[in-house]
């Protein structure tokens, strides 16, 4: 059985989570700056996969005019190779920027739920 299964301690750091059963222990302007915080990341969030989705849309009308110029096979495959890598770069920019947003946000809710306690 594992350590963590028997309930031994670890030597990792343990992640704080807070208990929100007793929310009288938050200051009500760290949970509104909180709230603030999730509501305009997701806001953020979202019209990043909007504007995602339409650039994707208008990428793909693009690739199926180049699709339609082709000559022969060898043409065929190396304009889908191109189509795919532009996607696939394009795809990998957008899930990287929006893991960026999200981190942000997680470090700033553990900033605010986990204030630095005096010693």
Partial sequence: MSERRRGEASDKPQLAIPNFANLSEYAPPDLLKLTGSVVS??????????SFAQASLQN?????DEL????????????QIRI????????????????EIVQKLSAD???ALNPPRPM
């Fill in 68 to 79: 339609r110029q082709v000559q022969n096979p060898k043409d065929l495959v190396d304009v």
């Fill in 41 to 50: 990341t997701l806001s953020e969030v979202n019209s990043r996969l909007i």
């Fill in 84 to 99: 795919a890598r532009r996607a696939y770069d394009d795809y990998v920019e957008e899930a990287t920027k929006i893991s």
């Fill in 109 to 111: 809710a553990l900033a």
């Fill in 60 to 64: 793909h009308m693009a690739a199926a």
